[in-house]
C-alpha cells in the first residue's frame, strides 16, 4: 500500500509544482504589464 500512495504523492507534488510555475508565469506578466502602464 505504501509504494502506490507514494507514487500518488510524487504525482501530486509534480502537478502542483506545475501549477505553480504557470501562475508565476502569470504574475510575472501582469507585473510586467502594470509596470509598463505605471
Not at 8 to 11: I, L, N, S
Not at 35 to 38: G, N, P, Q, V
Given at each position: 500500500?505504501l509504494?502506490p500512495?507514494?507514487q500518488?504523492?510524487?504525482?501530486l507534488?509534480?502537478?502542483v509544482?506545475?501549477?505553480d510555475?504557470?501562475?508565476?508565469?502569470?504574475?510575472?506578466?501582469v507585473?510586467?504589464?502594470t509596470?509598463?502602464?505605471?
Open positions: 500500500m509504494v500512495v507514494w500518488m504523492m510524487q504525482r507534488q509534480r502537478r509544482q506545475a501549477k510555475n504557470s501562475t508565476v508565469l502569470l504574475m510575472s506578466r507585473y510586467k504589464k509596470l509598463a502602464t505605471d
